[in-house]
């Protein structure tokens, strides 16, 4: 095998050739939106409707996850705040106890 030295024109065409393949969501098979189904690999507007549907799917999908992390963490954030003043209720009764005992050694 021979090396053979990269030109300026040749790296410049490898990339115009990877642009020229590149396209929006929908716009078909091997054209940058393809292996999505039938529809998409049909191209055209379907295409592009059917990607936009699954956009607008999972952008509901991630609104609704983010509510239910939110009201779980919410009722994570009461839980503890019921624990903190169980313990605090806890800590006074004790040192309540050790102030009597306290009071009946004297």
């Known amino acids: 095998m021979s ?3 990269r030109t300026r024109s040749t790296l410049s065409r490898a990339i115009v050739s990877v642009r020229m393949y590149s396209g929006e969501p929908g ?7 393809g292996g999505g189904g039938a529809i998409r ?3 055209g507007a379907f295409g592009k409707m059917e990607a936009a549907r699954e956009d ?3 952008y509901k999908k991630q609104k609704e996850q983010l509510a239910n992390l939110k009201n779980h ?5 009461s839980f503890h705040q019921d624990q903190i003043k169980r313990h605090e209720d806890a800590i006074r009764r004790h040192k309540e106890k050790m102030a009597e005992v306290d009071q009946k050694k004297a």
């Open 3 to 5: 090396f053979i030295p």
């Open 27 to 33: 716009s078909g098979a091997g054209r940058g939106g």
């Open 41 to 43: 690999e049909a191209g």
């Open 73 to 77: 963490l919410g009722e994570e954030i």
């Open 56 to 58: 607008e799917y999972f």
